[in-house]
């Protein structure tokens, strides 16, 4: 058992949506039901303009480009949906 978090390697654990101000939302896919509904509930308006990526496991916001990378050196990538060429980790490559 490891104890110590910082021998914990870092894996893409969820997508994320960030705000121009740094706000984070989370959710399994991208504007899922999930993601929709933290929308709803939160006082910022313009999250259709929002950078979309993932959030890693020590809860670090990753570009979908960062994330590709991350999620390709832990062999987390099970399905090529066709975005492959574009470096981009998209949810669906992950399950």
């Excluded at 929709?36 to 990753?62: C, H, M, Y």
């Excluded at 979908?64 to 669906?92: M, P, W, Y």
Aim: proline share 3%; hydrophobic share 40%; aromatic share 10%.
């Amino acid at each position: 058992m490891i104890t110590n978090p910082a021998m914990i390697a870092n894996r893409v654990v969820c997508s994320a949506i960030k705000s121009d101000k740094g706000t984070l939302i989370l959710g399994l896919r991208h504007f899922d039901p999930f993601m929709r509904q933290q929308i709803k509930l939160s006082p910022e308006q313009n999250w259709k303009t929002a950078e979309q990526g993932f959030v890693d496991n020590k809860g670090q916001f990753l570009t979908r480009e960062q994330a590709f990378v991350l999620a390709e050196q832990n062999g987390q990538i099970v399905r090529d949906c066709g975005t492959f060429h574009l470096k981009q980790l998209f949810s669906e490559n992950l399950y």
